[in-house]
């Protein structure tokens, strides 16, 4: 009998949890939010769904065509650092983004725990200067928004909240970096804020300490900038890995007792309740600002990561927008494009929450996925065909790099969308 119970709680518990109503608080409690003040100052995060934002006041109220601006695009390179050099380098992406019939910019502003930006948090970028830690004498991102909104480029700010350190990128870091901070303190409670994963460093978001320091960071960029985003990609935890948390995870389940959930459960508790958090800091400096996901395309690896898809697809307070990396072609063997457009074109059926498809602009004319790729021209044109037919809300193309691609003669390969 008590397995029984045991095992009835659990399931009710989960289906809580994945419902994104409730938050346990059985090991790490999280403050309670009104809507009065989107964070307390004690723990930074939310432990309730908010409201939505009034949308009809934002500038990407209509149908989306963006372009990632991913860091490697932003790297300033050896030889010219300045402010006239990182001008050159911008006007000439916004420029491609525009003649590519695109409006918005999702540009990579955190991509290693570090800020192409003035930041109080982060590290300035080793994208910039060379080395992480050192200042230059102008606010990249500020000359960004500058220089986008002269071409009528909107920007989206892009940060991976819990990416360090990937495939030994940055190859150090500076003293400011949080990890760092930690590491050098007499403080021996905050040793396993970050945690270690095939050579990859990550924020551990299981401490309300990492999940305020993420919150802070993004508050900190809608505060201080007039972006018109934040936007988030799939850097959750580790796939296929589940002791590089064991230790937080044994804690929590010890304290739970007979009600505690899957350490993936409880992985996806963690990153909701950061969501949740994020959301609400944006909202409540900036409501017109978006707060948007892009997860993987596949459902089955995002749960691998503990990317809790379906509650961030249907309720209200976790994101505007979810842009899945629709990566693959129409002719993919495992995942075609269309079947997969179809397939979260059925999960986000929430009108708060828009679907903005990403395309992979850069697999066009290539060998990518077995030659699929190959077998029709202009394949990126029938994809957002065919995402319009399907009634997605707008697409978003991976990468600027690319877009040499659809930039024709007569600049209608890409069609601009209504």
């Not at 790490?28 to 964070?39: Q, R, S, V, W």
């Not at 192409?116 to 994208?127: E, N």
């Amino acid at each position: 009998m008590k397995k029984i119970l045991k095992g009835i709680l659990s399931i009710v518990l989960s289906a809580v949890f994945l419902a994104g109503c409730v938050f346990l608080v059985s090991f790490f409690p999280e403050k309670d939010f009104k809507k009065e003040k989107a964070l307390s100052e004690k723990t930074g995060e939310s432990s309730v769904i908010s409201e939505s934002p009034d949308r009809s006041k934002s500038s990407n109220s209509g149908f989306m065509k963006a372009v990632w601006v991913p860091f490697m695009s932003l790297d300033m390179g050896k030889n010219d650092r300045s402010r006239t050099a990182a001008e050159k380098k911008l006007n000439a992406i916004f420029e491609k983004v525009r003649k590519a019939g695109a409006d918005t910019a999702f540009l990579h502003v955190r991509p290693f725990c570090d800020a192409l930006y003035k930041s109080k948090i982060f590290p300035s970028s080793h994208l910039l200067s060379g080395v992480q830690g050192k200042d230059v004498d102008y606010d990249f991102l500020e000359t960004a928004i500058k220089l986008a909104k002269k071409q009528g480029i909107h920007i989206h700010a892009w940060i991976n909240p819990l990416r360090v350190s990937y495939s030994k990128t940055p190859s150090s870091f500076a003293d400011s970096n949080p990890c760092m901070k930690w590491k050098n303190d007499s403080d021996s409670s905050n040793d396993n804020y970050t945690f270690t994963s095939s050579g990859n460093i990550y924020l551990n978001p299981a401490y309300p300490e990492v999940r305020r320091l993420i919150v802070d960071g993004v508050r900190e960029i809608v505060k201080n900038y007039d972006v018109d985003g934040v936007v988030i990609d799939d850097y959750f935890y580790p796939p296929d890995d589940m002791k590089a948390d064991q230790r937080e995870y044994e804690l929590y389940s010890s304290k739970a007792g007979e009600t505690y959930l899957s350490q993936n459960n409880w992985r996806k508790q963690n990153i909701n309740t950061l969501l949740c958090s994020i959301y609400s800091a944006v909202h409540y400096e900036r409501s017109e600002c978006l707060f948007g996901i892009s997860p993987q395309c596949n459902m089955e690896n995002d749960e691998k990561l503990a990317a809790d898809i379906k509650s961030w697809s249907v309720i209200t307070g976790y994101c505007d927008y979810i842009s899945p990396q629709t990566y693959v072609s129409e002719y993919h063997p495992l995942l075609p494009f269309g079947k997969c457009v179809d397939e979260w074109r059925k999960l986000v059926r929430n009108e708060n929450v828009k679907l903005y498809i990403s395309l992979s602009l850069y697999k066009e004319g290539t060998d990518a996925d077995d030659g699929t790729w190959l077998k029709k021209k202009d394949n990126i044109s029938s994809q957002i065909a065919y995402l319009k037919k399907a009634g997605a809300d707008g697409y978003v193309l991976y990468s600027c790099e690319d877009l040499d691609k659809v930039i024709r003669n007569d600049e209608k390969t890409v069609p601009a969308g209504n």
